[in-house]
């Protein structure tokens, strides 16, 4: 199959599952072509069967700012018409979807649209009222729809009540190769224990729980903070450290590549989120033996199991997340213990090549109907 996969080039959730099903699909020995205003992150080294087009929205005196919605559904039709393309598969239903429909538009109908929901798309941006018609609207005329988990497709149901499927194709997360550098070393002198922290630092990552947690923490246990991403939050968040009198137990790297080095290095991942709709960075974790401690929101609970491969706290009780997390670090088998059912959980239901058989399943579908007609017509010839 030629296939077309329109994402942002973010460092986390949608852009990191958009770049990694690409690869997974090359591999298998479709072409890919990938559509974004930059690069994305995890699209390194140069593979055979994956193309990536940057999009550029040129700026114009007539507007205030550069229409990047009509860049992109002008860039997607080029690059399927010239590569011919069957698929483009949207992720994020503005203003990936929207845009493919217009490409589809376009080319007279001969592109199929999958679009893939993951979460701020639905319960941010889609239950605005300024973007709500758009969204349902890109939902329903969508070949197929995706969602990340059986929380966001109920949620996607609740908040535009579309007449139609949708599939739950879960996240997943290739097992760490190879052995890591070791950098306890330098990150937790004095054998501390190392707690960890990823996100964009967005008001929905409550970074200040982490904080809060932390310092509890560290009062009971020696340890060390290593906050990975940046973002709006981060300021505030330093500044709490410099306030109470932590600031050199944490570390915070800003946005990081390498991620599988800090999780090797790491004892318990925190994530105390408003909600998430699956939790692509608390897989990551569990995918190194990381147990991790996350509020018992959104997706996550598909994910993660209460007292198995981490634990559940309600949203904003940074008390007992900092109980879980100190249990954790003075027990070590109960640690190992947790972590070896968090990896296994990790690599086996959550692991990549069912996952993308799931994909080419949806694909293969909205593309029977044509092939179906091109199969009649070539037997009556």
Known sequence: MRIGISCYSTFGGSGVVATEVGKALAARGHEVHLLSPAIPPRLVGFEDQIFFHEVTASTYPLFEAAPYSIALASKMADVAAHHGLEIMHAHYAIPHASAALLARMALEGKLKVVTTLHGTDITV????????SMVRLAIRESDAVTSVSQYLKDETYRTFQVPREIDVIPNFVAAPTGPAPDCRKWLAPCSASILT??????PVKRVLDVMR???????????RLVMVGDGPDRTEAEAYARDHGFEHEVRFTGKQLDIDTVLACSDVFLLPSATESFGLAALEAMAHQVPV???RVGGLPEVIRHGVDGYLEPLGDV????????????DCPLRKRMGQAA?????????????????????????APAKSIVDLGAGTS
Do not use: C, K, W
């Not at 941006?125 to 973007?131: E, L, N, Q, R, T």
């Not at 922290?197 to 967005?202: A, L």
């Open 125 to 132: 941006v889609g239950s605005d009222p300024s973007y709500l």
């Open 197 to 202: 922290h990823i996100s964009n630092f967005r």
């Open 213 to 223: 947690t932390f310092e509890l923490v560290r009062r009971e246990h020696p340890a």
């Open 293 to 295: 401690v996350a509020t």
């Open 319 to 330: 008390e007992a997340m900092a109980r879980d997390v100190i249990a954790l670090l003075r």
């Open 343 to 367: 990896q296994q959980r990790a690599l086996t239901t959550f692991e990549e090549g069912p996952v993308i058989d799931l994909y080419e399943s949806v694909y293969e579908r909205v593309l």
